[in-house]
């Protein structure tokens, strides 16, 4: 499915995302805002953001290449799922309001920084930026 928008094959644009998504959390987690040993004491919205990519990633990570190849449904509505918290991982990082988050976690974020805008910019479809 995902090569119909690329000229990658499923394997390598399923590949591609998961690095976009590992660099966008190393960004996440390198904020100074972000408190590893006592997460409770992060900033709220930040420490959902970083969750909810770290899902992102999970999500992609469980599915099934082949069935994707072959169009199976579940397997297409899972990689639809995550191509679309890709995008909503985008949009609250780059509202520099930080009303986005704020409807969704009840306080506004920390400023995510410019690395994690960038990198989340890149989860669009079509950027081939890492």
């Not at 644009?13 to 390198?30: H, P, Q, R, Y």
């Amino acid at each position: 499915m995902p090569s119909a928008v690329s000229t990658l094959s499923t394997a390598d644009n399923v590949a591609l995302l998961n690095t976009k998504l590992g660099a966008l959390i190393d960004a996440l987690e390198a904020n100074p805002a972000m408190n590893h040993a006592t997460p409770p004491a992060t900033n709220k919205p930040l420490w959902f953001t970083w969750d909810f990519v770290q899902r992102t990633r999970f999500n992609l990570n469980n599915i099934d290449i082949s069935k994707l190849d072959a169009e199976d449904p579940a397997a297409v509505e899972e990689y639809s799922d995550v191509l679309g918290r890709c995008m909503l991982s985008n949009l609250i990082i780059s509202d520099t309001t930080g009303e986005t988050v704020e409807k969704m976690v009840g306080e506004k974020a920390v400023d995510f920084g410019a690395d994690a805008r960038a990198k989340a910019a890149a989860l669009k479809p079509g950027n081939p930026a890492v």
